[in-house]
C-alpha cells in the first residue's frame, strides 16, 4: 500500500501532496508512512496539524510521520521538537524527488533549514495524471503572492509570484483530460496575478497575457475539457479579459470564490487590500450580468484588529447585499510577524461571536438560493455514489445510480439545509 497524505489548507495544497504520493511511491515507501501537508492561513490551522500528527501516533504507534507545507516552511524547530515526527521538509523540497529518496534516515532526524521559497519550482514534469480518490483535478500555474496584506504570513512560506508558462498548462490540462477528468481547476497562491511575470516570448500573441487568455488557451487547445473552475481570485485583479472568458465560454463554470477578507473600507485599508467595498459589489452586478446563474462566494475575516461594531456591521451587510452563498469564514487569527499582529485586537470572544453571526447570515442567502433551484435541471459532477457538485458548485444529493467520474444531467427536487436533492433524468 502507498503511504498516505494528509492535507490541509488550499487547492494549490491538494495538488503538491498528489506530486508527493508519487515522490513517495517511487521511493518505495509504504503506507508505514504518512506525510501532513500543513497549512500556515491561521493558527487554528497549525493547531489541527499538530493535533493530527499527536493522534495518528497514538492510533499507530510505528507509523513514521513526515512533515511539510507552509507551516513547516515558517516553522520548521516547532515540528521537528514534536517527539512524533521523523522528518520536516520545506515548500521548496517536497516537490523534488530526490528529498523523498532519503527513506532510511534514523528516527527523529531533520533536514537543513528549509530553502528559500522563491525556490519552491513550478512543476513542468512528470506531469500528473491522477488524484487519490476524486473526479476533479487541480492545476496550479502561479505560485507565490507579492502582496503584503497586514495579516497574512503566505508571502513568506511561499515566496513572489512566479506563473508557469502557458503551454506546460495545456499539456498538463491535456494529460489530465486524456486520463478521464472531466473538471479541472485553475489554482494559485495569488491566481489573478498568472502571467504578470512571463516574458513576452512565452506569451502566444493571439491570447491575453493573463489569466484571461490562460483560460481562453486551454478552452481552445483542450476540446475535450468539459468543464473549468477557478480557484479563489482577487476582485481588484478581475480584468475585462477575464471577465469576458466567463460570457463567451460556457465550459467556464458560473461559481467564482471572490478573495474579499472585509466589507468596510476602513478595514480594508487597515488590511493593506486594494479593492473598496463598492469595487465587491460592482463586480458581483457585472458577473452576474454576464451570467446570471453565477453563484459568488467569499473569505472573510471576523474580527479583524480595530474592527468595532459598525464597521464590522458592513461587512455582516456585503453577504446579503452581493448574495454570497459558499462563504468562509476565518476567525481573526495574528499570525506571527505581520502587521496586524501589531494592531489592537478585537477580544477572542467578540471574534467567536461575529464569525458565528458571519455564517449565520451566509446560511439564510445560501438556503434561500437553493430554494430558487428546486424545479430546475442540473449538470452534476458525481463525486462519488449518490453524490456530487453542480456547475454552480452547490452540493447536490442523487439516486445511486449515477456513475461517479461523469457529469450526470439532474432534475432538483427538494433543497435542505446541507443542499439540493435531485432526481436523475433520462
Known amino acids: 500500500m502507498p503511504p498516505s497524505v494528509v492535507t490541509f489548507g488550499c487547492?494549490?495544497?491538494?495538488?503538491?501532496?498528489?506530486?508527493?504520493?508519487?515522490?513517495?511511491?517511487a521511493a518505495g515507501l509504504s503506507d508505514s508512512t504518512v506525510i501532513i501537508n500543513t497549512c500556515a492561513v491561521t493558527g487554528e490551522a497549525e493547531r489541527q496539524a499538530r493535533q493530527t500528527i499527536r493522534r495518528l501516533k497514538r492510533e499507530r504507534?510505528?507509523?513514521?510521520?513526515?512533515?511539510?507545507?507552509?507551516?513547516?516552511?515558517?516553522?520548521?524547530?516547532?515540528?521537528?521538537?514534536?517527539?512524533?515526527?521523523?522528518?520536516?521538509?520545506?515548500?521548496?523540497?517536497?516537490?523534488k524527488s530526490e528529498s523523498w529518496r532519503r527513506g532510511d534516515l534514523p528516527s527523529h532526524s531533520t533536514d537543513p533549514a528549509p530553502e528559500d521559497p522563491a525556490t519552491i519550482p513550478l512543476l513542468t514534469g512528470p506531469l500528473l495524471t491522477g488524484f487519490a480518490e476524486r473526479t476533479r483535478a487541480f492545476l496550479p500555474v502561479q505560485q507565490g503572492c507579492d502582496h503584503r496584506c497586514t495579516f497574512c504570513i503566505i508571502p513568506l512560506a511561499r515566496g513572489k509570484s512566479r506563473s508557469l508558462a502557458p503551454a506546460h498548462v495545456v499539456a498538463q490540462a491535456r494529460a489530465l483530460t486524456a486520463a478521464g477528468y472531466r473538471e479541472l481547476v485553475l489554482t494559485g497562491i495569488d491566481l489573478t496575478a498568472y502571467?504578470?511575470?512571463?516574458?513576452?516570448?512565452?506569451?502566444?500573441?493571439q491570447y491575453d497575457a493573463q489569466l484571461g487568455g490562460l483560460v481562453e488557451r486551454v478552452l481552445a487547445e483542450v476540446p475535450g475539457l468539459e468543464r473549468l473552475r477557478l480557484s479563489s481570485l482577487d476582485p481588484v485583479e478581475i480584468d475585462a479579459g477575464l471577465l469576458a472568458v466567463f460570457g463567451a465560454d460556457r465550459r467556464v463554470m458560473p461559481h467564482i470564490h471572490l478573495s474579499v477578507q472585509a466589507g468596510d473600507d476602513l478595514i480594508l485599508?487597515?488590511?493593506?487590500?486594494?479593492?473598496?467595498?463598492?469595487?465587491?459589489?460592482?463586480?458581483?452586478?457585472?458577473?452576474?450580468?454576464?451570467?446570471?446563474?453565477?453563484?459568488?462566494?467569499?473569505?472573510?475575516?471576523?474580527?479583524?484588529?480595530?474592527?468595532?461594531?459598525?464597521?464590522?456591521?458592513?461587512?455582516?451587510?456585503l453577504v446579503e447585499e452581493c448574495g454570497l452563498t459558499h462563504v468562509h469564514v476565518f476567525p481573526f487569527s495574528a499570525r506571527p510577524d505581520t502587521p496586524a499582529a501589531r494592531m489592537p485586537a478585537v477580544p477572542g470572544a467578540v471574534v467567536r461571536e461575529r464569525a458565528a453571526l458571519l455564517r449565520t447570515a451566509a446560511a439564510g442567502v445560501r438556503t434561500r438560493f437553493l430554494e430558487t433551484r428546486i424545479g430546475t435541471g442540473a449538470d452534476v459532477l458525481v463525486e462519488r455514489s449518490g453524490f456530487g457538485h453542480s456547475e454552480d458548485y452547490l452540493p447536490v444529493q442523487m439516486p445511486s445510480a449515477a456513475v461517479p467520474g461523469f457529469v450526470t444531467r439532474v432534475r432538483l427536487v427538494a433543497a435542505d439545509a446541507t443542499g439540493l436533492y435531485g432526481d436523475i433524468m433520462p
Open 195 to 205: 502571467g504578470l511575470d512571463l516574458a513576452p516570448e512565452e506569451q502566444p500573441g
Open 11 to 25: 487547492r494549490t495544497n491538494t495538488f503538491e501532496s498528489e506530486v508527493m504520493r508519487q515522490h513517495a511511491v
Open 61 to 95: 504507534p510505528g507509523v513514521r510521520i513526515l512533515v511539510t507545507g507552509c507551516a513547516a516552511q515558517l516553522n520548521p524547530e516547532r515540528f521537528a521538537a514534536m517527539p512524533e515526527v521523523e522528518r520536516v521538509l520545506g515548500n521548496a523540497e517536497k516537490l
Open 269 to 317: 485599508k487597515r488590511m493593506k487590500r486594494r479593492h473598496t467595498r463598492a469595487d465587491v459589489v460592482r463586480l458581483a452586478e457585472r458577473l452576474r450580468a454576464l451570467r446570471p446563474e453565477m453563484t459568488l462566494g467569499a473569505d472573510l475575516i471576523a474580527g479583524f484588529p480595530t474592527e468595532n461594531e459598525a464597521l464590522f456591521a458592513n461587512t455582516l451587510r
